[in-house]
């Protein structure tokens, strides 16, 4: 008899997002809601990126100045394109990269 099958998945956020999130989580609600997302993230099993390498670097420049997006849309868009990963978002902005097939995004 077979054993189940796994899949591991690895889930990656960079701290650019981290603060993008932890900002929207004080302006949602309040400090107290966004600390504890701060906090939940420590705990989790996403791998906090708190480095940006020169590859995620020059794929960001290319997607700020290709596509209409921010730097922190562009270097989650590097970041997704350099590690061949799908990047999770409900941000609009990345339409037209999914679009151009620059990577997979998966839409929340």
């Known amino acids: ?10 889930l990656y956020i960079s701290s650019i997002q981290v ?19 701060l ?12 480095e940006i390498s020169t590859d995620v670097i020059r794929e960001a420049r290319r997607f ?8 922190a849309d562009a270097i989650a868009a590097a970041t997704a394109k ?4 799908a990047l999770v978002t409900k941000d609009d902005e990345l339409k037209a990269v999914e679009e151009a097939g620059e990577f997979s995004v998966l839409w929340l």
């Open 1 to 10: 008899m077979e054993g189940p099958d796994y899949i591991w998945l690895r």
């Open 19 to 37: 603060l993008e999130v932890y900002y929207d989580r004080i302006y949602v609600k309040d400090r107290e809601y966004a600390d504890t997302f």
């Open 39 to 50: 906090e939940s993230i420590h705990i989790s099993p996403l791998i906090v990126l708190s």
């Open 64 to 71: 700020k100045t290709s596509y209409s997006m921010s730097l």
């Open 82 to 85: 350099i590690l061949g990963a």
